[in-house]
Antibody, heavy 119, light 107 residues
Framework: EVQLVQSGAEVKKPGESLTISCQCSTYSFHNSWIAWVRQMPGKGLEWVGVIYPDDSDTRYSPSFQGQVTISADKSVRTAYLHLSGLKASDTAIYYC????????????WGQGTTVIVSS | DIQMTQTPSTLSASVGDTVTITCRASRSLDSWLAWYQQKPGKAPNLLIY???TLESGVPSRFSGRGSGTEFTLTINSLQPDDIGTYYC?????????FGQGTKVEIK
């Protein structure tokens, strides 16, 4: 069974940086895209961006371009979401999710990483 | 960006009812649309992909229709376990987007 396991909750101060990880449990990491999705408290889902770990082809939502960096290390089957210059408005749950090459939406999701930014 | 407009934002229905959620896209998606269910405190769960294909393990009371710019998710015979928030998501363009969500409640 494919699983995406995300790093644990974080509490940060404004201005700090943070990297969230998402590790895939199986080899299928190589044949899929990994997306990142934000959910602010009490709000809906927002697509942040996506990476193809095999060649690191990365696409960002215009709303997040320049605000975050997505990367991956296929040797450890892990994708990363880096946020810098954190603001209180970055407080949210961040999910990673898999999209297969034969696109069928986001079929496997991580458990979510809660990020709290507070002074 | 392709904008996704999902209606209604909240839906209240009785057990056994048939409910329909609509998602409209600002330009054609062909059939590159998915539907998700999210329960409180949980990650979303894929229900439908390619507009009308039921994900493995999803009850057959869920169905999706549409192509181009207008899509629907229908739940036949609403069950108490169906409460949650439902989202559409387009993956037609290089920048994917979600609808605003529809909260489904039981009367």
């Amino acid at each position: 069974e494919v699983q995406l396991v995300q790093s644990g909750a974080e509490v940060k101060k404004p201005g700090e940086s943070l990297t969230i990880s998402c590790q895939c449990s199986t080899y299928s990491f190589h044949n899929s895209w990994i997306a990142w999705v934000r959910q602010m408290p009490g709000k809906g889902l927002e697509w942040v961006g996506v990476i193809y770990p095999d060649d690191s082809d990365t696409r960002y939502s215009p709303s997040f371009q320049g605000q975050v960096t997505i990367s991956a290390d296929k040797s450890v089957r892990t994708a990363y979401l880096h946020l810098s210059g954190l603001k209180a408005s970055d407080t949210a749950i961040y999910y990673c999710a898999r999209s297969l090459l034969d696109p069928r939406g986001l079929d496997i999701w991580g458990q979510g990483t809660t990020v709290i930014v507070s002074s | 960006d392709i904008q996704m407009t999902q209606t209604p934002s909240t839906l209240s229905a009785s057990v056994g009812d048939t409910v329909t959620i609509t998602c409209r896209a600002s330009r054609s998606l062909d059939s590159w649309l998915a539907w998700y269910q999210q329960k409180p405190g949980k990650a979303p769960n894929l229900l439908i992909y390619k507009a009308s294909t039921l994900e493995s393990g999803v009850p057959s009371r869920f169905s999706g229709r549409g192509s181009g710019t207008e899509f629907t998710l229908t739940i036949n015979s609403l069950q108490p376990d169906d409460i949650g928030t439902y989202y559409c998501q387009q993956y037609s363009s290089q920048s994917w987007t979600f609808g605003q969500g529809t909260k489904v409640e039981i009367k």
